[in-house]
């Protein structure tokens, strides 16, 4: 399927009159909508965290509900969650074991990933999660950041950094309780709010560096390749025409919608207005 894209992309850039290029260049594109999440069952591996509630609760489930039937609505031919799975097939066993799961598993995976494909009739999911293995760098390097900074006068900005996150936090936080889970994603589906604070989070850490030694450069770099190598593995199970449902952490949204927009073959679905349909939803059964 990669080759069949590449072929595809170099076609329409170097306009080759062969009839199979042309065939190929002609392909459906393969739609992806990126839905950004906080993390259900706070598993506490964030810079900083929040308690969210009991997603199990009976409001809750409903609240599920809701925005699994309206993103159903679109359609989603293959569902994909950040979760770990065997290449090249990707797929993750648990999916067999959703009813069981529905009931004891609070992540987004679970709740909003298995129980949508389940209610679609899909045979799988599929995982794209990346992690360092025996010999891979550390993805997230913030402790040899942290080091430089304490070292070289950088700890200013850190701080800056991080109590802006503990603020907005604290805001998440206290609103929480009186959201629907719909509207609570808003905030982490907004592209211009998650962009701008992902450019200020990680391009702000640019400046710690001496030029010889460079951490947050390493930092960006790392953390862009964990995001590039987590589409790539959605790519190698995507298809043209397809429907692609990727559920996110909302870290990772600004760069799996940068490479939905740019990667030849595939075009970025928007989630807000399923979500403002599902938070409607959530208002309407209250």
Avoid: C
């Amino acid at each position: 399927m990669n080759l069949k894209r590449l072929i595809a992309a170099v076609a329409s850039l170097l306009a080759v009159p062969a009839t199979a290029q042309a065939d190929e260049a002609t392909q459906p594109d393969t739609e992806v909508m990126v839905l950004g999440v906080y993390h259900f069952a706070n598993p506490g591996l964030d810079a900083v965290n929040i308690e969210v509630g009991d997603v199990l609760a009976v409001k809750r489930q409903r609240e599920i509900r809701n925005l699994v039937d309206v993103l159903a609505e679109w359609g989603p031919t293959r569902i994909a969650v950040e979760a770990q799975a065997k290449a090249p097939e990707l797929t993750l066993p648990d999916y067999a074991r959703t009813e069981e799961l529905l009931g004891t598993r609070r992540n987004e995976s679970v709740q909003i990933g298995f129980r949508l494909a389940r209610q679609l009739g899909h045979d799988e999911v599929f995982g794209y999660d990346e992690q360092p293995g025996e010999g891979e760098p550390d993805y997230f390097p913030m402790g040899k950041v942290q080091s430089f900074a304490a070292e070289n006068g950088g700890m200013e900005l850190l701080q800056s950094l991080f109590d802006e996150l503990q603020v907005m936090a604290a805001e998440e936080q206290a609103a929480l309780p009186t959201q629907s889970i719909a509207e609570s994603l808003l905030q982490h589906n907004d592209p211009d709010r998650v962009g701008a604070m992902h450019d200020k989070l990680y391009y702000s850490l640019l400046s710690i560096g001496n030029g010889d030694a460079q951490p947050g450069a390493e930092l960006n770099a790392y953390w862009y390749m964990r995001n590039a190598k987590m589409f790539s593995k959605i790519d190698m199970f995507a298809e043209p025409g397809d429907r692609i449902l990727v559920i996110a952490g909302s870290g990772h949204a600004t760069w799996l919608r940068h490479f939905v927009r740019r990667m030849p073959g595939y075009k970025l679905v928007e989630p807000m207005p399923y979500l403002v349909a599902a938070a409607a939803l959530d208002g309407a059964t209250d």
